[in-house]
């Protein structure tokens, strides 16, 4: 009889295309070519029990509760669960082996955004809420983390111990440099000889698009590709004139995108892996980023000293002035961005390339 497994997260995989989603279908193919059977639960199977599909946050944990509670009442069906980040808090006490991975922490993410809005009411409460499900989440669970950033954070916050890190993978046979630049740009309408710049995310103050905006405003020098994701604010760089906006890029898509681009710039305040910048330095893109997510592992040395921004807390005149100072040496130093690119493309290949994320995996799964 073969083995099966639920996995348990927010949405559907098969409609929603965001990085747990794609995480999430990469774990499936895993465990199937395993011949592992998987049943996936998401909120979406509650859809027939709610009034509305436009939940607020009390709303949206009362059906990660409810969705953990069914798969409890399914259990016997499975030899073991997944669960993604607190998306499982409602499975509780497992009856079942549990595995719980943690894409990021909440907490962290939630005490980042309080430390410049520590009057908001709203953030108070979703960082009360989260954390308590995100504690519960790791009961009697193995616990895997996606970058020893999140490990250190589901130890120091939460006191959680034995803690596996499995770094998250991309596929290197999609995500490589372009042979032909020219032809890309071509094909895109974009400058030939365009110093390219590239953000890729949601267009939200949680990614920093306040200092986004301040950069592409002042640096007319720059042809600047904003590929945001669902979810954020809207942009107001629509039809301006030195910069193109995509939305609603297929995954497999994604590669083209990045190697349009000379250097991406990312100044987010808080990822738990950040894989956009995996995705960007296998295409042999350098990127310009705060210390978030994985980046430690990667930015810990030459030449990508270079690229680590400080702590940005605020647009102030010595955060643009850092930024400005990376882009001018980038744009300036040909020799410096290809030894980057050429290191950045060996250490994803080394480090963060799929089939290692499949072998770690498996190792950690017992499969």
Known sequence: MPKRAAIITAFDPFLFKGGIETYTLQLISLLESRHIEVTVYHTGLLSNERKTDHLTLSEFLEDIYRLGK??????????????????????????????????????????????????????????????????????????????????GELESIYGFKDIEVVYSGVDTTLFKSAEEKGQLRQKFGIPQNAFVGIYVGRWEYLKRNNILRSVILHRNDIYWLLVLGSGGEDCEFNGHHNVMIKQGIPYEDMPLMYCLAD????????????????????????????????????????????????????????????????????KKDLELRKEIAEQ???IVKEKFF???WRKNMEKVLGI
Not at 89 to 96: N, T
Not at 267 to 286: D, K, R, T
Request: glycine share 8%.
């Open 70 to 151: 069914k798969l409890l009442r399914e259990e016997k069906l499975y030899n073991f669960i997944i669960a993604n980040s607190f998306y499982g808090a409602g499975y509780f006490p497992p009856g079942k082996e549990t595995f719980n991975i943690y894409h990021s922490t909440h907490a962290g993410y939630i005490s980042k955004y309080c430390e410049s809005n520590r009057d908001n009411p709203y953030f108070k409460f979703q960082y009360l809420c989260v954390e308590m499900a995100e504690y519960v989440s790791g009961y009697g669970r193995k616990k895997i983390a996606v970058s020893d950033l999140v490990k």
């Open 263 to 330: 250097f991406m710039l990312f100044p987010s305040l808080y990822e738990g892996f950040g894989m956009v910048i995996i995705e960007a330095i296998a295409c042999g893109v350098p990127v310009i980023t705060t210390s978030v997510g994985v980046v430690p592992s990667i930015y810990n040395g030459k030449p990508f000293e270079h690229l680590l921004l400080p702590e940005i807390c605020k647009t102030s005149e010595e955060d643009l002035i850092a930024i400005n100072q990376k882009i001018d040496l980038l």
């Open 344 to 346: 950045g493309i060996a």
């Open 354 to 356: 799929i089939e290692q």
